[in-house]
C-alpha cells in the first residue's frame, strides 16, 4: 500500500518586507487582515484566533522549526511553499531560504511559483485596481536567472523530487507566452547540472480549464479546491465569463497598456456557500485523465481581505473534515495515479484555509489528518 503524501500550500506572507511597508502602511503582514476581521452575519468564524495568541513572524526561525515540527508529527508530507519572483525582484523569500540555510529542519518542501502580477484589490475601488509589481516574461535572460536561483533548493536532499526529477508547480503557466521555449531551457540545464530533468506542474483553477495552452510539457494539474470545484459545478454562464476573462483580460491589458485591474468584484452581503455541498462535490469529480492530483480543502473565508465582496463556507469544523478526508484518500487511491494530496492551506489565515491550530479547534484540523491516515496505515 502506497503511502499518501499529504501536501499543503504554505504562504510566506507573515514577515515584515519594504514593499509591503510602502503599498499597505508600515508593519503590514497578513496578520494585519487576520486581526481586523469581524463577524458580517450571524454565526459567522471571525475573527480567526491562533492558539495561544501566536501571530507569529516568519524571519524567525524558531517559527519554521516549529511549523515543521508540528507538521511532521502530523502526517504532513511537505509544504508547497509559495515563491514570488519578479525577474530578479524576490518577495517574501526569506521562509523559503532559511529552511535552505538549516538543514537540521527535518521537512520536505517543493516551490509553487506564484507568477501572477500583485495588485491592490483588497482595498481598490471599482476599476481602479493598481499593479503593484508585474513580470515581463519574455525577458530569456531572467528565465537563466531565476533557475540559477531555484536551483539550490532544487539540489537540497529534502527538495520533492520524483524519479529523481524536482518537482516545480508554477501556478498560472499559460500567461507565459514563451512557455514551452522557457521550460525546455530549464529542464536542459536541469540536466546540465546533474539533475534528471524537472516534473513540471500546473495550480491554478484557470490553468485546469482554459484549453488554449500547450500541457505538454506538464506531469501533472492539481484539482485545486475551493476554485477548481467552484469553477466545474458551476452554472454555465458563469463558466463562459470566467473563461473569456481569463483568456483575453491580460491580452487585452498588455495591448492598450493598462497598468491597472479592468474591474473589481462588489457585492452588499458576503455570499455564503455550504462546505458541506461543495466537499460532495468535490467527492464526485472525476480525474479528469491520469495526470490529476487530487486536493483537499480545510475551510475559505476572504471576507478579512475583502470584507462583503467576499465569500466563505458556513458549516465547516475538523469533525467533517475528517470524514471528507477520509472519502479523499479513498478516493485517491481507487482512482487517481498519484500518492500525493494537495491541501488549501498550512496557514492562510486571511482566507480561511490554514491547518496550524487556533483557538476555536485547537489541533482539531492536524488531529484529523493523522488519524485518517493511521485508520490507512501510512507512515505518521
Not at 24 to 34: A, D, M, R
Not at 135 to 152: A, C, G, P, R, S
Not at 220 to 234: A, S
Request: with cysteine; proline share 5%; net charge negative.
Amino acid at each position: 500500500m502506497t503511502d499518501i503524501k499529504v501536501i499543503p500550500l504554505y504562504l510566506p506572507q507573515f514577515h515584515r518586507i519594504p514593499e509591503n511597508d510602502e503599498w499597505w502602511g508600515e508593519g503590514f503582514t497578513e496578520w494585519v487582515n487576520v486581526k481586523v476581521a469581524r463577524p458580517l452575519f450571524e454565526g459567522h468564524y471571525q475573527p480567526r484566533v491562533p492558539l495561544h495568541d501566536n501571530y507569529y513572524d516568519l524571519s524567525d526561525v524558531e517559527t519554521l522549526k516549529w511549523q515543521c515540527k508540528i507538521a511532521k508529527e502530523y502526517g504532513i508530507y511537505g509544504f508547497a511553499m509559495y515563491h514570488y519572483w519578479f525577474n530578479g525582484h524576490l518577495l517574501l523569500e526569506k521562509p523559503m531560504e532559511m529552511l535552505l540555510d538549516h538543514p537540521e529542519i527535518d521537512m520536505n518542501y517543493c516551490i509553487s511559483w506564484a507568477n501572477h502580477d500583485w495588485n491592490d484589490s483588497w482595498k481598490a475601488t471599482a476599476g481602479n485596481v493598481r499593479t503593484l509589481i508585474a513580470h515581463d516574461f519574455d525577458d530569456e535572460e531572467d528565465w537563466v536567472n531565476h533557475f540559477n536561483y531555484m536551483l539550490k533548493f532544487f539540489k537540497d536532499p529534502r527538495y520533492m523530487k520524483e524519479d529523481g526529477m524536482p518537482l516545480l508547480i508554477i501556478y498560472v503557466p499559460q500567461l507565459i507566452d514563451k512557455l514551452d521555449k522557457m521550460l525546455d531551457l530549464w529542464t536542459s540545464m536541469a540536466k546540465e547540472s546533474g539533475l534528471p530533468g524537472i516534473k513540471y506542474i500546473y495550480q491554478s483553477v484557470t490553468a485546469c480549464i482554459d484549453k488554449g495552452w500547450d500541457r505538454s510539457r506538464f506531469a501533472y494539474g492539481i484539482q485545486f479546491h475551493p476554485g477548481y470545484v467552484q469553477y466545474m459545478t458551476g452554472k454555465a454562464s458563469s463558466r463562459w465569463w470566467f473563461n473569456f476573462v481569463v483568456k483575453y483580460s491580460r491580452k487585452v491589458k498588455k495591448l492598450l497598456g493598462i497598468k491597472r485591474g479592468l474591474a473589481v468584484i462588489t457585492q452588499k452581503e458576503v455570499k455564503k456557500v455550504s462546505y458541506d455541498s461543495d466537499w460532495e462535490k468535490i467527492l464526485s469529480l472525476k480525474p479528469e485523465n491520469s495526470t490529476m492530483i487530487p486536493s483537499a480543502m480545510v475551510d475559505w473565508d476572504n471576507t478579512p481581505r475583502k470584507q462583503t465582496s467576499g465569500w466563505c463556507y458556513t458549516g465547516a469544523d475538523p469533525e467533517k473534515f475528517k470524514k471528507y478526508f477520509r472519502s479523499l484518500v479513498e478516493k485517491t487511491r481507487k482512482e487517481y495515479r498519484t500518492d500525493k494530496i494537495f491541501i488549501f492551506a498550512w496557514n492562510e489565515w486571511a482566507e480561511g484555509g490554514y491547518l496550524e491550530p487556533d483557538e476555536k479547534y485547537g489541533l482539531g484540523y492536524l488531529e484529523a489528518i493523522r488519524d485518517v491516515l493511521t485508520e490507512n496505515n501510512e507512515v505518521v
